[in-house]
């Protein structure tokens, strides 16, 4: 027999502990199937900023929504076309600990107790250096009696003669090409708990 998400809810939200919430949210999640494990998967391999633009959009819209079914979401503004520290760190502390405590394949209404484990968010530095082509417009003098040749000279030796500049636009035609050299990396543990809901 299946149980609406409304009868869950109101079974599990009796006791107003945090972990009975996540064990209602957890619950929730098993119903959106692999999506939670999929989105973790996308998070940890390809990082917050193309989730606007990919496929994985939606299972997100999915994974909040379900924090205001339970009661884990104080509300706030809507999503605002980017992602905020607190929010990165809520939804992957809650998906590494739906993954860890079984996801899909566990019964979060019959379960005991939950385990909760620290999510791990890596702060990385990165010395690089990568080409970039400017657009813009030299502005020189050139004395000269010739047109044609002042013409010639500006073309072939602008710095030699440019008295001024102006950059309007860059482009980075290389962005795959990177000199790297990590110079900084420290862990951070995300604690699961309710302070993240506030």
Same mark, same amino acid.
């Given at each position: 027999? =299946? !149980?609406?998400?409304?009868?869950?809810?109101?079974?599990?939200? #009796?006791?107003?502990? *945090? =972990?009975?919430?996540?064990?209602? $949210?957890?619950?929730y999640l098993t119903i959106l199937g692999d999506e939670p494990k999929k989105l973790l998967d996308y998070i940890e391999n390809s990082g917050w900023n193309n989730l606007n633009r990919s496929? *994985? =959009? &939606?299972?997100?819209?999915?994974? %909040? &929504?379900?924090?205001?079914?339970?009661?884990?979401?104080?509300?706030?503004?809507?999503?605002?076309? $980017?992602?905020?520290?607190?929010?990165?760190?809520?939804? $992957?502390?809650?998906?590494?600990?739906?993954?860890?405590?079984?996801?899909?394949?566990?019964?979060?209404?019959?379960?005991?107790? %939950?385990?909760?484990?620290?999510? =791990?968010?890596?702060?990385?530095? !990165?010395?690089?250096?990568?080409?970039?082509?400017?657009?813009? &417009?030299?502005f020189g003098e050139i004395f000269n009696r010739s047109k044609e040749k002042a013409e010639q000279l500006m073309l072939n030796y602008p710095y030699d003669f440019m008295s001024d500049r102006?950059?309007?636009?860059? #482009?980075?035609? #290389?962005?795959?090409? *990177?000199?790297?050299?990590?110079?900084?990396?420290?862990?951070? #543990?995300?604690?699961?708990?309710? &302070?993240?809901?506030?």
């Amino acid at each position: 027999m =299946k !149980l609406s998400l409304v009868h869950i809810l109101k079974e599990n939200m #009796d006791e107003n502990s *945090f =972990k009975q919430k996540l064990k209602a $949210y957890f619950h929730y999640l098993t119903i959106l199937g692999d999506e939670p494990k999929k989105l973790l998967d996308y998070i940890e391999n390809s990082g917050w900023n193309n989730l606007n633009r990919s496929d *994985f =959009k &939606s299972s997100y819209d999915k994974i %909040i &929504s379900g924090l205001k079914l339970v009661g884990l979401d104080p509300g706030g503004p809507e999503y605002l076309g $980017y992602f905020s520290l607190r929010e990165k760190e809520k939804v $992957y502390s809650l998906l590494v600990n739906y993954e860890h405590n079984g996801g899909k394949n566990t019964d979060f209404k019959r379960i005991g107790e %939950i385990e909760l484990i620290p999510a =791990k968010v890596w702060r990385v530095e !990165l010395d690089y250096s990568e080409p970039v082509i400017e657009y813009g &417009s030299f502005f020189g003098e050139i004395f000269n009696r010739s047109k044609e040749k002042a013409e010639q000279l500006m073309l072939n030796y602008p710095y030699d003669f440019m008295s001024d500049r102006e950059t309007y636009d860059h #482009d980075y035609p #290389d962005r795959e090409k *990177f000199a790297e050299e990590l110079t900084n990396i420290s862990s951070e #543990d995300i604690i699961l708990e309710p &302070s993240l809901f506030t």
